[in-house]
């Protein structure tokens, strides 16, 4: 009967003499068991397979990526943007493109600027990338200059705290107060205690002023007034420390670095011309420090700062008042003996220049004698009124 069948040949079947047929054997009574075994056979050797397997995929793929670089495909998708820092190598670069998930891997980043020769234009900056880019695709989006956020602003020489705190704002639409409110804790801003040491003896006055390096600067999306001063803070200890000023002042000048700083402030204000900055620097040292008459700055300059610094109009020389040129509640007085209390600008390069290196001189006087801003500088008074003449002859004062 069809019932009878087992087509899984698991009843035995005997031959004449009772022995079993090769092959086949005896089903036990019951509900299959043999056959849920061998169930359970099979799914454990599948699953050792899989294991077996994957960990090789795995140790492959690990493998693979000792040879073949990590990196996505394509130009991307969706929209991030990316800020490079001054001074980013091209590994600060991929890090940074890894962390907003640009690029797949440093590797593959570094090896696509390496392949382009136009990857040393690459500047600092923000800019407006995709997600998940192969790495030439970022290169040459990065060197495209449609990709980079343009958001500079120049800061000039010599300009005060108070006038870069309004062109700040112009800029960004910070208010001016979140500025000066910021300006508050200079060493908060980076600038290291050890620059408002003086050797004078004076008092010491803690002021951000000098320390915001005049520079074109990059200002990033959603910057703060304190992270915009950190960042010309952080410029102006870059740039004076690739000078070594603060080493080179108190080696060559025998001042602190700070009241080097405060002479180069003054020779940014009263150098008409570049070419006159250390010698203006050296007649700053030589009043405050030397053997003049009073031992006093007397430049009418710190009185405009101090103007400045309460909220008046800054004036010429010939505009000035006696009350004003010797205001005893002013701390920046002409006649104050020795050096003013902190700097009146934030002076460049060639201001910090002229301050580290200037040239041998007893000059007192100076005046400017030419529609250029050079000036001629005496040691003597009487040669200071014959410099006057030239200057009046060439309608110059």
């Known amino acids: 009967m069809i019932d009878d069948l087992d087509l899984g040949f698991d009843e035995p079947e005997r031959g004449e003499k009772g022995r079993h047929r090769r092959g086949f054997r005896k089903r036990k009574s019951g509900s299959g068991g043999g056959r849920g075994k061998t169930f359970l056979a099979l799914l454990m050797a599948l699953v050792l397979l899989g294991a077996i397997g994957g960990g090789a995929f795995y140790g492959f793929d690990r493998i693979q990526n000792y040879f073949v670089t990590p990196d996505y495909d394509g130009s991307g998708a969706g ?4 800020e490079i820092k001054n001074g980013a190598l ?17 590797k593959a980043f570094i090896e696509a600027a390496e392949a382009e020769s136009r990857s040393k234009n690459i500047q600092p900056g ?20 449609k990709n980079k956020i343009v958001n500079g602003l120049t800061i000039p020489e ?3 705290s108070f006038n870069i705190y309004k062109l700040l704002s112009e800029k960004t639409k910070i208010p001016v107060k979140d500025f000066q409110a910021a300006a508050k804790d200079p060493e908060a801003l980076g600038v290291p205690d ?35 001063l950190k960042l010309m803070v952080n410029r102006f200890l870059s740039v004076t420390g690739e000078m070594k000023f603060a080493d080179q002042v108190q080696e060559k000048r025998k001042v602190s670095p700070y009241e080097a700083l405060i002479v ?27 053997e003049f008459n ?23 020389s010939k505009q000035m008042t006696a009350a004003e040129l010797d205001d005893p509640k002013n701390p920046y007085n002409r006649k104050l003996r020795g050096m003013i209390p902190t700097p009146i600008n934030n002076p460049g390069k060639e201001a910090l220049e002229g301050a580290m290196n200037t040239p ?4 007192l006087y100076f005046v400017a004698i030419d529609k250029e801003g050079h000036s001629e500088f005496a040691e003597t008074y009487e040669q200071h009124q014959r410099n006057e003449a030239k200057a009046r002859e060439a309608g110059i004062i």
């Open 79 to 82: 929209e991030i943007t990316v």
């Open 294 to 316: 009073c031992n006093c700055l007397e430049m009418d300059v710190t009185v405009n700062y101090y103007l400045e610094s309460i909220g008046k109009p800054t004036k010429s």
């Open 194 to 228: 050890w620059w408002f040491k003086r050797d004078d003896g004076k008092k010491i006055v803690k002021s951000v002023e000098g320390f915001l390096f005049p520079d074109t600067y990059e200002i990033p999306p959603k910057s703060t007034a304190e992270s915009i």
């Open 158 to 160: 010599g300009r005060t």
């Open 90 to 106: 091209l590994a600060d670069m991929a890090d940074a493109l890894v962390a907003a998930d640009v690029v797949k891997s440093q």
């Open 264 to 290: 180069a402030s003054l020779a940014q204000a009263e150098a008409g011309n570049k070419d006159d900055l250390g010698k203006v620097a050296r007649v700053a040292y030589n009043r405050a420090y030397g």
């Open 360 to 363: 041998p001189g007893k000059w």
């Open 126 to 145: 923000t800019y407006k990338l995709r997600k998940q880019m192969s790495g030439e695709n970022a290169v040459a989006a990065m060197l495209d200059l």
